[in-house]
């Protein structure tokens, strides 16, 4: 059974805000809603917080507003980007982590971040560009070595995928031990988090996340037509190597500018496209945008739960989605298993 588009987007949207009043309210810190209401007053009618407000006012807007955008800009960058790799891929595992292109991006933005840039503003320029050459290196790799007897299926995707993706984490790793970078935050940054989110890694991220989602929204209709063929496609008009190329870019353009500030975190972009497909079809026009608001809506929950669970202790983000995806996957597997018999 569909469902309306508009109806699951009211029903994520509600959903995403009363998550984001809890991810502000709680952590390893809670702050009351009258202490946040307050601030909030402060600050809008520019006037000074009160001295016993200022450690609210500083979790506030240095730590948690910052963090939960983060989280809501890279969850939307993932699933959009998870919806256009499986159209063009026109398979439903084609997710940015599985076939590797987050591993790559998070090679490239490790490498950069290695690397003693002489002014700071610079190496938070080349961050997310290291993250996106070497992504564009990992989708193009990828995808053909997965052209399994001239074309592309699930089991070549997957194993190009898996190889990439174990090749560039060991990389990664590598790289981590003999640059002399802090080991802990690394790793933890590997396994993605929202920790070193701020105000101006949002700034600078999100006009490319946003650049890459208006270019995906575009290209939307013609990757409807994809689905057909490129035969179709191309007597219908559309220019098939020039949408696909474009939308690759697009694609791992938000990829790379998220995995750059929050890490690698997995699984965003197969659950949320997976399932919004299932509940209201396959139509692009409709699917992206849905999955914009889904993926900010299911990584901004795996957020929260990640401070609160453990609480003051935090679980990495990255280890939230994993836990829920792993299944999700293993019984999408199963499913086009069968669909074969």
């Not at 730590?63 to 159209?87: D, H, K, T």
């Not at 002014?119 to 996106?132: E, I, N």
């Not at 939307?220 to 037509?225: D, F, G, K, Q, V």
Request: with cysteine.
């Amino acid at each position: 059974m569909k469902y309306s588009a508009r109806l699951i987007a009211i029903i994520m949207i509600v959903c995403l805000a009363v998550t984001i009043i809890f991810s502000i309210l709680f952590g390893s810190v809670p702050i009351s809603a009258a202490e946040v209401l307050t601030v909030l007053g402060c600050r809008l009618g520019n006037k000074p917080v009160p001295a016993n407000l200022r450690s609210t006012d500083t979790i506030l807007f240095m730590l948690r507003i910052p963090r939960m955008l983060m989280m809501c800009l890279a969850g939307a960058a993932l699933a959009g980007s998870g919806a256009c790799y499986q159209g063009l891929f026109r398979n439903p595992l084609a997710d940015p982590y599985l076939i590797g292109v987050s591993s790559g991006a998070g090679l490239g933005a490790i490498i950069a971040m290695s690397i003693p840039w002489q002014y700071s503003k610079l190496s938070a320029f080349m961050v997310p560009l290291f993250a996106f050459v070497f992504a564009i290196i990992t989708v193009f790799l990828v995808f053909n070595l997965g052209r399994m007897g001239g074309y592309l299926n699930i089991t070549g995707l997957l194993l190009a995928g898996t190889a990439v993706n174990a090749f560039a984490s060991a990389l990664s790793s590598v790289w981590i031990l003999i640059s002399g970078l802090e080991i802990k935050r690394s790793f933890s940054w590997m396994l993605g988090g929202g920790g070193i989110a701020g105000w101006d890694r949002i700034l600078f991220t999100a006009p490319l996340i946003l650049i890459g989602i208006t270019g995906q929204l575009r290209y939307a209709y013609p990757l409807n037509i994809l689905q057909f063929g490129d035969d179709q496609a191309i007597q219908l008009g559309i220019p098939v190597n020039k949408v696909r190329i474009r939308l690759i870019i697009y694609a791992t353009l938000t990829t790379s500018a998220a995995i750059a500030c929050t890490g690698v975190i997995g699984f965003v972009g197969l659950i949320v496209p997976h399932l919004l497909r299932i509940l209201t079809g396959s139509d692009y026009r409709s699917l992206i945008p849905l999955s914009f608001a889904g993926g900010a809506l299911m990584l901004s929950l795996s957020d929260l739960l990640a401070r609160v669970l453990l609480a003051p202790q935090e679980i990495p983000v990255g280890v939230i989605t994993a836990v829920t995806g792993a299944p999700f996957f293993l019984w999408i597997l199963n499913r086009s298993s069968q669909a074969k018999v």
